[in-house]
Structure formats: C-alpha cells, structure tokens
C-alpha cells in the first residue's frame, strides 16, 4: 500500500503545529483534525473526543505556552496498516517519536518553569482517513520534563535517566516507503516477543527467554521512574526482572494498534494491560489493585531479532491508580 499520502498529511500537520503560536494551534487542529477526533494524551489530558478547538485548548496551547520557540526534533516516522483490524476502511497509521524541545518559560501543570531548554519526550500514532487525522494518541514522559527542572517525583529508580537519542543505526526517519518484506519481518520478531512476554510462566530462565527474541546488546529505553539499560543481562536485572516481581495476574495485551514498516514498528493500548502490585515498583507497597497501563511501545529490529526499544508509559496514571497525585504533590511542596 502507498503511505506517502497519509505521510505527507502528518508531515504537513507538523510543520503547520510547529509553526503556530500558542494562540494559533485551535486553527491548526480544525484544518487537519477530524471533527469527530478521538485524542489520547497522557494524565492530566487523557481522552478527547469530538472537537478539535478543545484538543488544541487543552493539549497543545499550554504546551506552547510553556515550552516557547517549539522545535520538533524526530527520531523515527514511519507508518503501516494496522495488524489487529481488517483494514477495509482505508487507514493508514503514522507514527512519530522524538523530543519537543524549547525555553521552558511559564509553569505547566504546576511544573516550575526554568527559563532553560526543556526536551519532552514524546511518541505519537495518528489514524489517517479520508484526508483528515481521524485517532491520535499522544503519549509524552512528563516526570522526564520534571526531572530536567530539578523536581523529579519518583525515588531512585533502576536504569539510568538520560535525554534519549535516536536509533544507533540513525535511519529511522522513513519518509519514503519501505520495502514491504522488511516491515513483515519487523512485525514476526514484535509479535513473537509479545508471545513470549504474555507468558510470565516461562519455564525458561528470564535471560534466556528474552534472547529468543532481542539481541544480546539490546538498548531499552525506558520512562522516567525506571530509566534505560543495555543489554540483556541488565535490562532483566534492573527493568524486567524487578517488574515481574512486582506485579501478578498480568492481563492480555489491548492493543489499539499494531504496525510495522522497515525495521521499525510498534504498538499502543488503552490501556495495554492489567496487573495486580504485589508490592515494590516505583517504591510503592503493595495494593493488590488490578492497575491499568497506558504504553507506546517502538522498535527497531536488528537482523533477525529485536534490537532497540522505546517506552513510553503513563506513570502519573500509574501513580494517581495508587492514591499518589503527583502534580498535586509537586505544586504542593514547591510552595
């Protein structure tokens, strides 16, 4: 299938948002989103439905506000058709993924501003129909915002917490096509490490299990909260491992969107999956609530295995599921 128009379409968009003013981003929402949008963001945001002006009103406007001269620094685009429906009504999906960078000049959600750079990290996927962007999520790392202005939320956590670049091999910007058996493969070795990480039972020792499907000198880069680690030995020790012990019951996955294209590809939910807290992640007892995970999950695959991989979860969602509302606690105790 030919994605260059729905390409074209969300690269047309970008450049017209990353060009609008604070005031001008209604206008910009109402030329390219669907009147009938469905938008999900992040907590405080999350789900915006059926008014593109709200969307800018609520999401992009105390954005630009905040974070002025905007630069969009992107480190991967691609886009495919969804693995997990039909696809007879034509969609094409675009996903992007990079840093919003700007002056951090005015609070955002009660963040204290520093008048120095502040990079948002962000992945996005947006359904593109019949011209219009029909479905985005837009899902950001807003503790990785807190955190560069001194007033990181979360106690000392696993991996390493870092401005996260882009793929090591730099090609993930795939503004043209790709070659079609490239993104099948990406998504075989995707779907194969979703089967084996939807089986927490796996007779086989952890490392062993993720060698089956990632490269031993795998790179995970991981939210603020667990930060990122390198190879297979580290990320079971100081992601993986703690995770699994932490929570039972895992759910199945609830995918909104599964796609792939080159070597890269990857998938959101709404939420992924559920999980009961035993008790420890992110230096939280246990709550034997059943929690909900929001996630964009992107790859890159190596030659045959996957090589690369960037999270992104909703941990203020995460946390508010627990009795700990982060922003509230953050405007607190900066009085």
């Known amino acids: 299938m030919d994605f260059q128009p729905a390409k074209t379409l969300v690269l047309d968009f970008y450049d017209a948002l990353d060009n609008a003013s604070a005031t001008q981003t209604a206008a910009v929402m109402e030329r390219f989103l669907s009147p009938d949008i469905l938008f999900r963001a992040f907590h405080p945001f999350g789900e915006l439905?059926?008014?593109?002006?709200?969307?800018?009103?609520?999401?992009?406007?105390?954005?630009?506000?905040?974070?002025?001269?905007?630069?969009?620094?992107?480190?991967?685009?691609?886009?495919?058709q969804n693995s997990?429906?039909?696809?007879?009504?034509?969609?094409?999906?675009?996903?992007?993924?990079?840093?919003?960078?700007?002056?951090?000049?005015?609070?955002?959600?009660?963040?204290?501003?520093?008048?120095?750079?502040?990079?948002?990290?962000?992945?996005?996927?947006?359904?593109?129909?019949?011209?219009?962007?029909?479905?985005?999520?837009?899902?950001?790392?807003?503790?990785?915002?807190?955190?560069?202005?001194?007033?990181?939320?979360?106690?000392?956590?696993?991996?390493?917490?870092?401005?996260?670049?882009?793929?090591?091999?730099h090609d993930g910007l795939l503004f043209a096509d790709a070659e079609p058996s490239e993104g099948v493969a990406t998504l075989a070795a995707i779907n194969a490490m979703i089967s084996d990480l939807g089986q927490w039972d796996n007779p086989l020792p952890l490392e062993e299990e993720l060698a089956q499907t990632w490269q031993d000198d795998m790179l995970w880069w991981g939210p603020t909260g667990v930060g990122a680690t390198y190879t297979i030995e580290r990320y079971a020790k100081q992601h993986s491992g703690p995770f699994r012990a932490s929570f039972a019951n895992r759910s199945g996955t609830g995918h909104v969107c599964r796609m792939a294209e080159g070597a890269y590809g990857g998938f959101f939910g709404w939420p992924n999956f559920r999980a009961t807290h035993t008790g420890g992640f992110m230096g939280l007892p246990g709550s034997e609530k059943t929690l909900e995970f929001r996630v964009i999950d992107l790859y890159r695959r190596g030659d045959d295995k996957l090589a690369e991989n960037w999270i992104f979860i909703d941990m203020l969602h995460f946390m508010q599921q627990q009795g700990v509302d982060v922003l509230l606690r953050n405007q607190t105790t900066s009085l």
């Open 84 to 169: 997990l429906t039909d696809q007879s009504d034509g969609s094409v999906w675009v996903a992007s993924m990079g840093h919003l960078m700007g002056l951090f000049d005015a609070p955002l959600l009660g963040i204290r501003p520093t008048g120095k750079i502040g990079m948002l990290r962000y992945a996005e996927f947006l359904r593109v129909q019949e011209g219009k962007i029909a479905e985005v999520a837009f899902y950001f790392d807003l503790p990785h915002l807190m955190a560069q202005a001194g007033q990181n939320p979360f106690p000392p956590q696993t991996g390493a917490q870092l401005i996260q670049p882009g793929p090591l091999t």
């Open 49 to 80: 439905r059926g008014d593109p002006a709200h969307v800018a009103e609520t999401v992009w406007t105390p954005l630009k506000t905040s974070l002025t001269r905007m630069q969009r620094r992107m480190d991967i685009f691609f886009a495919g």
